[in-house]
């Protein structure tokens, strides 16, 4: 019995020293630029082709347990960060599509389950962010039976919870946007809307 205490005690502390081990601190988080857009790689979407996406749709897939690492030109870089993990958006459709983006960027949101309601992540520190109105004058297409491969940090909290990502809308409107499978992860209540 007393092996099974301390073999639990040990498997807490390992999983609370994981979570320390390249996670972003969460008052570096700014949710503008939480996923990084990554060059393709071969093997992006090996595990998903099949099983996960339906005919005819865009899917925004997260595999938490696929590491990579971010560009060196990446901000985490500087914080510590160098690797996250895999979000795959995918084009099974038969038409190409045109993606919302800002300053060439496609726009990718992290949500949270908490008090039994998906909320946004907000940024730790109020920055002001110039906007000129031509940020959003292009569009990002996706061709058909494409995909990109975006990188996100996992984030230092106290509180563990379900996360998603969603395209293509600020989910103020909750019918709206694209969302991906959920993932475990930690949080700090401090990055929660309300």
Same mark, same amino acid.
């Given at each position: 019995?007393?092996?099974?205490?301390?073999?639990?005690?040990?498997?807490?502390?390992?999983?609370?020293?994981?979570?320390?081990?390249?996670?972003?601190?969460? /008052?570096?988080?700014?949710?503008?630029?939480?996923?990084?857009?990554?060059?393709?790689?071969?093997?992006?979407?090996?595990?998903?082709?099949?099983? /996960?996406?339906?005919?005819?749709?865009?899917?925004?897939?997260?595999?938490?347990?696929?590491?990579?690492?971010?560009?060196?030109?990446?901000?985490?870089?500087?914080?510590?960060?160098?690797?996250?993990?895999?979000?795959?958006?995918?084009?099974?459709?038969?038409?190409?599509?045109?993606?919302?983006?800002?300053?060439?960027?496609?726009?990718?949101?992290?949500?949270?389950?908490?008090?039994?309601?998906?909320?946004?992540?907000?940024?730790?520190?109020?920055?002001?962010?110039?906007?000129?109105?031509?940020?959003?004058?292009?569009?990002?297409?996706?061709?058909?039976?494409?995909?990109?491969?975006?990188?996100?940090?996992?984030?230092?909290?106290?509180?563990?919870?379900?996360?998603?990502?969603?395209?293509?809308?600020?989910?103020?409107?909750?019918?709206?946007?694209?969302?991906?499978?959920?993932?475990?992860?930690?949080?700090?209540?401090?990055?929660?809307?309300?």
């Amino acid at each position: 019995m007393k092996k099974i205490i301390v073999l639990l005690i040990l498997l807490s502390f390992e999983n609370l020293f994981s979570q320390d081990l390249k996670c972003l601190n969460y /008052e570096f988080y700014n949710s503008d630029s939480d996923v990084i857009e990554i060059r393709k790689l071969t093997d992006s979407i090996s595990g998903i082709t099949k099983l /996960e996406l339906k005919t005819d749709s865009l899917k925004l897939y997260v595999e938490k347990k696929s590491i990579l690492k971010f560009p060196k030109w990446s901000s985490y870089n500087r914080k510590g960060i160098d690797s996250g993990f895999k979000v795959i958006l995918r084009n099974n459709s038969s038409n190409d599509l045109s993606l919302l983006n800002m300053d060439g960027r496609i726009i990718i949101r992290r949500q949270v389950y908490y008090k039994n309601k998906w909320r946004n992540l907000k940024s730790y520190k109020k920055t002001t962010r110039m906007i000129c109105g031509n940020s959003y004058f292009t569009k990002r297409i996706i061709k058909s039976r494409d995909y990109l491969t975006f990188v996100a940090p996992c984030v230092k909290g106290n509180i563990k919870a379900k996360f998603r990502f969603i395209i293509g809308s600020n989910s103020k409107n909750e019918n709206i946007g694209i969302y991906s499978n959920e993932f475990e992860g930690f949080i700090n209540e401090n990055l929660i809307e309300i």
